[in-house]
């Protein structure tokens, strides 16, 4: 294939975020499309350079054609855009009714979340999957951070002196701390790789499970919990709205209004939080949680600047 | 069924008509699915190269489509079911995806030819109204 070509296909293919075998589909169709225009230019007496040169012009910005690819390609259905909001539902109703504390529920509710995601994942990684993936890390990114004073132990007592945490403990702090950070980035990195406005999605819900951890580890224990039950309605309410930003994420056709809509949701989510878990923040307070959501969501799209994004193109193609 | 979301073949307007290239390009540009629909339909089963050079040739070299933002039609097409593609190997070269019409395609593009041609006849009945 003409080098030229190659690498407009590459600018399409960069921007089409779009799942591994339909971009692969779309791709050998333009590829065919500019085999047979170049063959017919070069039937009219034009040089195999000439030839790919009109062809490339005549195909349109890649840029655009991309975008309009994807917007024709990303809508998913009613029923995917329910399967997607159904895990922020499921968790959204733990924390409203309470029964957050009660392992009899919880344990069954997250095996249900782990065993569609780890299914989902080996079966082809359908767009709803994501926010399942996103909560079935959530027991992970719960127990890093309740890891944390055992690390910051050890890092002292490595730096400054001071005594070790018990070497069972500090073993499996450290391999559980390791294994989790491992299993957290492979994934994520995956998902950045598929679309990183996907593993934004994904991730919505981290900082606000995050503040709710902070609040509870720092405010007496994280499995006792009974006086903060005050929490649990507007995590409930930040997590309905994300349940209902993934189906809009779903629906909606055009990229620019799928983010400004996640950026937005993500914002306002966070300052609800601060606002009933700490009172009036004030402007700087209000400030520094919308810095933090808008990190977390940053995060993938500098991710795959830096990674790259899918798989490269094949001879084939 | 069809309206919500812009048809987004972009054309380019040739020859004599270039103040008129934003009305008309507007005007294609709302019915291009039609003009998809209808070409498919007639050839039974084509491809997005052929279904270029066709509307090119039709049309007097008047509509030249951006060649590749047609797939993007033709995708949405194929998304909401008036259209089925499939890959077909072709004597020379690269596979190609070919596309047919489905009855449901079918019947879309029955009902949008039917209201084109109520369109079209009530603006004609207008103008000739103004010359009596």
């Not at chain 1, 392992?103 to 997250?110: C, G």
């Not at chain 2, 489509?65 to 949405?76: D, H, Q």
């Not at chain 2, 089925?84 to 030819?113: D, F, M, N």
Request: glycine share 8%; charged share 15%; net charge neutral.
């Amino acid at each position: 294939m003409d080098t030229v070509f190659r690498n407009y296909l590459c600018q399409v293919r960069a921007r089409l975020h779009l799942k591994e075998e339909l971009e692969n589909q779309l791709i050998s169709e333009l590829s065919s499309h500019f085999y047979e225009k170049t063959s017919e230019l070069k039937k009219q007496g034009l040089s195999d350079e000439e030839a790919a040169k009109k062809a490339i012009e005549s195909f349109g910005a890649p840029e655009e054609v991309a975008q309009l690819l994807y917007e024709a390609c990303s809508k998913g259905s009613m029923k995917d855009a329910l399967k997607l909001s159904t895990p922020h539902f499921i968790v959204a109703a733990l924390f409203a009714s309470g029964l957050l504390h009660n392992f009899q529920v919880v344990l069954p509710a997250f095996g249900v979340v782990l065993v569609v995601a780890v299914s989902g994942w080996w079966r082809g990684r359908p767009d709803w999957l994501y926010s399942w993936i996103g909560y079935a890390l959530m027991p992970l990114f719960a127990g890093v951070f309740l890891l944390l004073p055992v690390i910051q132990q050890v890092i002292m007592a490595l730096f400054y002196g001071g005594s070790l945490p018990a070497t069972g403990l500090l073993i499996g702090a450290v391999a559980f701390f390791l294994m989790a950070l491992w299993i957290i980035l492979t994934i994520s990195v995956q998902v950045i790789r598929r679309d990183w406005l996907i593993a934004s999605l994904m991730l919505a819900p981290v900082p606000i499970i995050a503040c709710w951890l902070f609040h509870m580890h720092y405010g007496g224990g994280i499995l006792g919990g009974s006086e903060f039950v005050h929490l649990n309605q507007p995590i409930a309410q930040a997590l309905m709205v994300l349940g209902f930003t993934s189906v809009l994420f779903i629906r909606l056709r055009q990229r620019i209004i799928k983010t400004g809509v996640i950026i937005t949701v993500s914002i306002i989510s966070m300052m609800m939080i601060g606002q009933s878990f700490w009172g009036d923040i004030g402007f700087f307070g209000l400030m520094g949680l919308s810095l933090v959501s808008l990190t977390i969501f940053i995060l993938p799209a500098i991710t795959e600047a830096l990674i790259g994004q899918g798989e490269p193109l094949s001879d084939r193609q | 069924m069809l309206t919500g979301w812009q048809s987004v073949a972009i054309f380019q307007i040739e020859g004599e008509v270039i103040a008129m290239t934003k009305y008309t390009s507007n005007l294609l540009r709302g019915n291009t699915d039609m003009l998809l629909l209808g070409l498919i339909d007639e050839f039974k089963t084509t491809h997005g190269y052929q279904i270029i050079k066709e509307v090119e040739k039709r049309s007097n070299g008047l509509f030249k489509l951006k060649e590749g933002t047609i797939y993007p039609v033709l995708r949405k097409l194929e998304s909401e079911g008036l259209l089925k593609g499939e890959w077909k190997a072709t004597s020379s070269g690269p596979e190609r995806r070919c596309y047919s019409i489905t009855q449901k395609g079918r019947e879309v593009l029955c009902h949008r030819r039917a209201s084109w041609e109520n369109f079209s006849n009530a603006i004609n009945l207008v103008f000739k109204t103004g010359e009596v």
